[in-house]
């Protein structure tokens, strides 16, 4: 766990394993703006962490055989004015702010309609993450990073994109900033069809705060092969930037998969891929400060502990889930935060 202090805030991210004996460790110091979680259903309940905790935003997702152990993840801050934001009787952000910029953070958007259709339930996720920015002053232009997390994912993936796609250009989103994005096979204790995360960023001093689209020079953008999300986004201030890289997997530099059926060989170049990334920026491994990898099964978990092992990356700040990645051939998808002082 690295704990950073810029802007006059100090913040970090915490993440491991939980049990249901002894439920999530306590936070040590600061104060919870962002919680998800990850176990089998049963384990959830019987854990009774799913519930909504009235000054905590957070989400428990669950699927998966059990195999691997359940895992959470938040981020904690101090030294800030937090004010949550609530929606249909539930937290489903906070919001607060440092010397440079505004932030909201947005966990565990649902649609308030679960007889919906799948498609109006993703339409109605992205209007509820915009709904809930009005709270903080801002909109969905301010929107840098997604979280979708899709019960069923493989049954409805094109649909999917075809809502998120009609709602981007009803907001004129490709006009401006296309978040990096995650969207994973996780279902969740509500049965909703979809439910989200975001983060939003409104500058205080825009000469002073830089966002911007990173490419992965491994790979084509994701927009041409009609799915809306750019590779990464990094945040600059003048005493740091943040890169955050979307969930990455082994796509090809056209859009194809590579590597189909072979786990090591699917590993190995998502991870080369986001080096790649990392690489551009002037960043490695050293500057990470949360990695997730999702694997479509936990069978893969000793071909994974392999590569780390080898690579002297054990201690890496990472979780493991067993997640449905978007198509049916690939095996792994891997998504990174990266922080580089100015």
Not at 6 to 12: N, S
Not at 125 to 147: H, Y
Not at 281 to 307: D, H
Request: with cysteine.
């Amino acid at each position: 766990m690295r704990r950073l202090f810029y802007g006059g805030v100090a913040r970090h991210q915490e993440m491991g394993v939980w049990t249901v004996d002894r439920g999530v460790p306590q936070v040590v110091r600061g104060r919870t703006i962002s919680q998800t979680g990850w176990a089998s259903r049963e384990q959830l309940l019987q854990a009774s962490v799913g519930a909504k905790d009235p000054s905590v935003p957070q989400l428990w997702l669950c699927g998966g055989s059990g195999e691997l152990p359940p895992v959470y993840q938040r981020y904690v801050a101090s030294g800030a004015e937090m004010r949550l934001i609530r929606r249909h009787g539930c937290v489903v952000g906070t919001a607060y702010h440092d010397d440079f910029a505004e932030y909201c953070l947005l966990t565990g958007v649902l649609p308030p309609d679960l007889t919906a259709s799948r498609e109006a339930q993703t339409t109605a996720v992205f209007e509820g993450i915009e709904d809930a920015l009005a709270d903080a002053g801002m909109t969905f232009a301010n929107v840098v990073r997604t979280w979708l997390y899709m019960d069923n994912i493989l049954d409805w993936y094109d649909p999917f994109n075809r809502a998120r796609d009609a709602f981007f250009r009803s907001r004129a989103v490709y006009d401006g900033l296309v978040p990096a994005s995650t969207g994973i096979g996780s279902a969740n204790l509500y049965r909703s069809a979809i439910t989200a995360c975001a983060i939003a960023i409104k500058p205080r001093q825009p000469s002073a705060v830089t966002i911007e689209p990173i490419p992965s020079p491994l790979q084509c953008a994701a927009l041409e092969y009609g799915s809306s999300f750019s590779r990464a986004v990094e945040i600059g201030t003048p005493e740091c930037r943040t890169l955050m890289v979307s969930g990455t997997a082994s796509i090809e530099p056209g859009g194809a998969t590579a590597h189909v059926d072979d786990v090591p060989r699917q590993i190995q170049l998502t991870m080369d891929v986001i080096e790649a990334i990392l690489a551009s920026r002037g960043m490695g491994w050293r500057n990470v400060t949360r990695a997730i990898m999702y694997l479509k099964k936990a069978a893969y978990m000793p071909e994974w502990q392999e590569w780390l092992r080898t690579r002297c990356l054990e201690r890496l700040p990472l979780i493991t889930i067993e997640a449905d990645v978007c198509r049916d051939d690939l095996l792994v998808e891997v998504e990174v935060d990266a922080i580089k002082r100015a």
